[in-house]
């Protein structure tokens, strides 16, 4: 079965360098979940999007923006990066609300961005 | 407020153990979705179940089961006769029924099961 696509797997950037990150969603799926994972740290949301506009938003620092294109695949977009940038970054998509019997809440294999 | 406590940091047994993961969550909705995802040294979020809040029915999946209980906020997953296999991170999170479904983890609890 399809699953959540992110590339690249392993980036690495210097200081105030700019990074992008992609993720192509499962088929089908109408909703695109980003979250960031410090070292020794649970995942946190960043921000979403449903049918390509934004949804929710997180705690996500204003030097990153985020969109979703017309072939739903979305991305992250981090500019002037930090030490504390460094992490694991995660997208997620899902189909439906999360009641329903088809619902799938997948995660990617993850982006680990080391800034240096 | 939504928020997912994992009070046991880490857990270490030896193989063949059982092992249960407590999960305690808040949240002011009456509709919302609990899951755990296991999170193996390699890094992925690998996803193993998802319950609704309306479904309080207790599920086992091989050696895998969870205890649903709203009456306390628990979510509790238990592992039986674990394997060295099981070592990883496990994350409990919660989803409420608002716009975009995000979910708020737990600090997740480290299990080691040595042989």
């Known amino acids: 079965a399809a699953g959540v696509i992110q590339s690249p797997r392993h980036l690495i950037k210097e200081k105030r360098e700019t990074a992008t990150l992609k993720c192509y969603p499962i088929?089908?799926?109408?909703?695109v979940y980003w979250y960031q994972q410090g070292p020794g740290q649970d995942p946190q949301f960043l921000i979403s999007?449903?049918?390509?506009?934004?949804?929710d938003k997180g705690s996500i620092p204003d030097r990153f923006s985020a969109q979703q294109f017309s072939d739903y695949h979305s991305e992250l977009n981090m500019s002037s990066l930090e030490l504390g940038d460094s992490a694991l970054y995660f997208c997620?998509?899902?189909?439906?609300?999360?009641?329903?019997?088809?619902?799938?809440?997948?995660f990617g294999s993850g982006t680990r961005l080391t800034v240096v | 407020a939504q928020k997912v406590t994992q009070a046991q940091t880490e857990i270490s047994v030896v193989e063949k153990e059982d092992v249960t993961l407590d999960c305690v969550y808040e949240?002011?909705?009456?509709?919302?979705?609990l899951f755990w995802y296991k999170q193996p040294p390699s890094g992925e979020l690998v996803f193993l179940i998802r319950?609704?809040?309306?479904?309080?029915q207790n599920e086992i999946s091989g050696r895998y089961s969870w205890n649903f209980q709203k009456s306390t906020s628990s979510f509790n997953f238990t592992i039986t006769a674990s394997q060295v296999v099981d070592s990883a991170v496990y994350f409990c999170?919660?989803?409420?029924?608002?716009?975009?479904?995000?979910?708020?983890f737990g600090s997740g609890t480290r299990l080691l099961v040595r042989p």
């Open positions: 319950r609704n809040s309306f479904d309080e």
């Open positions: 088929p089908r799926h109408d909703t």
């Open positions: 997620a998509s899902s189909f439906s609300p999360p009641g329903t019997a088809n619902y799938g809440y997948t």
């Open positions: 949240t002011r909705d009456t509709t919302y979705y």
């Open positions: 999170a919660l989803s409420e029924g608002d716009s975009s479904y995000k979910l708020i």
């Open positions: 999007f449903y049918e390509k506009m934004q949804s």
